[in-house]
């Protein structure tokens, strides 16, 4: 299934580029990141685009357009291993799980792009990222709906660039299809039926392709 989705990405990439290449004064107003991505939780991997739709025609002194960023698919996923230590009655014993963690959701916020060369762009902003969030530990499903906040800055040449950019927020998660989740914080909860609450905090690292 991911590689079917990265193919696809990378034959719609390529086509856009394809059809981008004969305008190379334009301010390139849509954007698909393909990141690495640096959490609380672990390591992953993100796939986000959309565009900025600016909020006036001619540049602010011929190099300087506010917009605002409409990120339409933001697709993200993350595992990281973590260890649990319990009494079983014979002793201590420790168990050795990994976890998975998906979002999806959209974007919007602000953004300044400054284009002080033809072809020299960079693009700073700012967003609010409703999410549903999903987790799974190999015990059950969890999942809720999500708000995030991220920040960043890409700087492009051209159709190709780099960027990195802030990303966090917390989710509550709720157990689908088993009832009342016993657990909390993957642990034991102090009261019973609490439900695990997570921050994300973290960083992407993402090339960035403008169209």
């Known amino acids: 299934m991911m590689s079917k989705t990265w193919l696809i990405a990378a034959a719609w990439l390529l086509t856009s580029v394809a059809a ?3 305008e190379p004064e334009a301010w390139r107003p849509k954007y698909v990141n393909l990141s ?9 991997a993100a796939f986000t685009t959309g565009r900025s ?28 291993s973590r260890e649990e230590t319990y009494d079983d ?11 998975h963690q998906a979002e999806i959701g959209m974007q919007v916020g602000p953004s300044v792009t400054v284009r002080p060369l033809r072809k020299l762009q960079a693009h700073l902003y ?10 799974y ?18 700087v492009s040449y051209g159709v190709i660039g780099l960027g ?11 157990e689908f299809g088993g009832g009342e989740d016993e657990y909390g914080d993957y642990g034991y909860a102090e009261e019973p039926y609490d439900t695990p609450k ?3 905090s973290g960083l992407r690292a993402y090339v960035n392709f403008r169209f």
């Not at 014979?90 to 976890?99: F, R």
């Not at 990222?129 to 999903?134: L, Q, R, Y």
Request: hydrophobic letters at 40%; glycine letters at 12%.
């Open 20 to 22: 981008s290449a004969q």
């Open 36 to 44: 690495f991505v640096s959490q609380k939780l672990g390591f992953g």
């Open 53 to 80: 739709y600016y909020l006036h025609k001619k540049p602010v002194a011929g190099m300087i357009r506010f917009g605002i960023d409409a990120t339409w698919i933001d697709l993200s996923y993350a595992n990281y």
């Open 89 to 99: 009655g014979y002793g201590t014993e420790i168990e050795k799980l990994t976890a």
């Open 126 to 135: 700012f967003r609010f990222a409703p999410s549903f969030a999903g987790l």
């Open 137 to 154: 530990d190999g015990d059950a499903f969890r999942g809720n709906y999500a708000s995030f906040f991220v920040t960043g800055l890409s």
């Open 164 to 174: 990195i950019e802030k990303r966090w927020g917390k989710c509550r998660y709720k």
């Open 198 to 200: 997570l921050k994300t």
